[in-house]
């Protein structure tokens, strides 16, 4: 987590640095100061707006304990047992499985999930998913990994002009390569196995989330792309720009581990 944390300070600081440097050349003093300015009113703005923007950009939507009341209640056991607070639950209309948390903080975290895991999963490997998720909440990743969401997703919407993907695309890119650190996802993995104690059941969740996302990939869009850093596997097939986008270790891997973790060493 604290080289995640010193990756982000760096690709943040050197943002920073880059919008100094161009109001500083353009207006002198004025510009430096302006730049100053127009970075505080952004990052205030990002900070309460973050989760949000990155939720409706993938089209999630709120959900009551009295639509899905088994979801519920298992967020709110694991949320219990790992000491923090209960996080809103959001569901995306994705035929994709896949899972996600976000939130500047873990009193503002909500976690997602799609229709495609809950039609897929069994109930102890969604338990073990949401296991995974909340991992990331009392770890506190999602706090470094959302901020970096959102800039990926203003860039990206930059990009959207005629010819200037090939610019902001593999920017959006960098920033979040240099925000986030694929071993979150494997100390996710072990925190989470640990929290449910199955670590099988998240095995077997996590190479039926695999399959789907490598059988359907999604296609490749701004918001989602800004996003698949948060998600639990990578939603896009490995080709073209989606590729720069990819932060997870592999599948392979976070598989032995959680095999060796429930004594089933390789």
């Given at each position: 987590m604290y080289r995640s944390g010193l990756r982000a300070t760096v690709a943040g600081g050197g943002l920073v640095l880059l919008a100094v440097g161009v109001g500083g050349a353009l207006a002198g003093a004025a510009g430096v100061a302006g730049a100053c300015f127009l970075l505080t009113v952004a990052w205030w703005l990002a900070y309460f707006s973050a989760e949000r923007?990155?939720?409706n950009a993938l089209g999630a939507r709120p959900v009551t304990e009295v639509e899905r009341p088994a979801l519920f209640r298992i967020v709110r056991e694991l949320s219990t047992a790992a000491r923090v607070p209960v996080?809103?639950?959001?569901v995306c209309p994705s035929p994709q499985p896949n899972s996600m948390v976000v939130g500047c903080t873990s009193r503002t975290a909500a976690l997602a999930v799609t229709e495609g895991l809950l039609s897929v999963l069994s109930a102890e490997e969604l338990r073990a998913v949401l296991g995974h998720e909340l991992a990331h909440v009392r770890r506190r990743d999602m706090v470094l990994s959302t901020m970096p969401a959102l800039l990926a997703l203003g860039l990206l919407r930059l990009g959207s002009a005629p010819g200037l993907m090939p610019v902001f695309g593999p920017l959006a890119a960098l920033v979040v390569q240099l925000s986030v650190f694929p071993s979150r996802e494997y100390a996710a993995d072990a925190d989470g196995a640990l929290l449910t104690?199955?670590?099988?059941?998240?095995a077997s969740a996590l190479r039926k989330i695999e399959l789907g996302a490598r059988s359907s990939p999604a296609p490749f869009g701004g918001g989602l792309a800004a996003a698949s850093h948060l998600l639990i596997v990578n939603p896009f097939a490995a080709a073209g720009l989606a590729r720069l986008f990819d932060?997870?270790?592999?599948?392979?891997?976070?598989?032995?581990?959680?095999?060796?973790l429930a004594g089933y060493p390789r």
């Open positions: 923007a990155v939720l996080p809103r639950v959001f104690g199955d670590a099988l059941a998240l932060t997870h270790p592999p599948a392979g891997e976070r598989l032995r581990r959680l095999e060796s």
